[in-house]
């Protein structure tokens, strides 16, 4: 069974400041991994998709690194803003079924 | 974004009640799936569907059964509702190996 784990489980920095989320997980046997972002009491948008074969993914202020092997995955978030306040969910696949871990709620102070 | 739609988006019910929560896609994805998120345990999988008639328990399937008998629509049912059951329930879409888009989530509270 995949196991994932999110750190830190909550975070607070000041707006312009980089973001550092961490995921990790216990099966590398992952097709993809996905990272979403949910907005209190809302769903679950798609932030970035990383390949297994990937090591990297960019969507303008959003990175993604992935090393299977290890069972990592960090999410940087370049200058952040007030609007980027949100859990962050981190999503290996394994057999086309997603596992999450907690989250980590960040809060960006204007 | 895809076309995922949930309904109803919000229901109160007694216990020993049968519910049927339906996702309903435009993308023709093959993959559908539902999940339960709850304060403390996140996102977990209840049951998916790998097309039509094809459907696999997930962690927490106990208590609930679904039906997959078009592409488009995938039928999650509480044969009898227990409190436990009270939760948020999403359902996501897939193409294998493509991102996974999730519905807009149905609040049920069984009373």
């Known amino acids: 069974k995949q196991e994932v784990t999110q750190i830190p489980a909550a975070l607070s920095v000041p707006e312009g400041e980089n973001l550092v989320l961490n995921c990790s997980f216990t099966?590398?046997?992952?097709?993809?991994l996905q990272w979403f972002r949910q907005d209190p009491g809302k769903g679950l948008t798609s932030l970035l998709l990383i390949q297994s074969s990937q090591r990297e993914q960019t969507s303008g202020r959003l990175n993604a690194s992935l090393d299977k092997s290890s069972g990592r995955s960090t999410l940087y978030i370049a200058a952040s803003q007030p609007g980027d306040s949100a859990t962050y969910l981190c999503?290996?696949?394994?057999?086309?079924?997603?596992?999450f871990g907690a989250g980590t709620t960040v809060t960006v102070r204007a | 974004d895809a076309g995922i739609t949930q309904s109803p988006r919000h229901k109160v019910t007694e216990t020993g009640t049968p519910v049927t929560l339906r996702c309903h896609q435009t993308?023709?994805?093959?993959?559908m799936y539902w999940y339960r998120q709850d304060p403390g345990h996140g996102l977990r999988l209840i049951h998916y569907s790998y097309g039509v008639k094809d459907t696999d328990k997930g962690e927490v399937s106990d208590g609930y059964s679904v039906s997959r008998s078009k592409t488009e629509d995938f039928l999650l049912t509480l044969e009898s509702a227990t409190s436990s059951q009270t939760s948020v329930y999403f359902c996501?879409?897939?193409?294998?190996?493509?991102?996974?888009?999730f519905g807009p989530g149905t609040r049920l509270t069984v009373l």
């Open positions: 999503a290996p696949s394994n057999d086309y079924k997603l596992s």
């Open positions: 099966d590398s046997a992952i097709y993809n």
């Open positions: 996501a879409i897939s193409e294998g190996g493509g991102p996974a888009v």
């Open positions: 993308e023709n994805h093959r993959y």
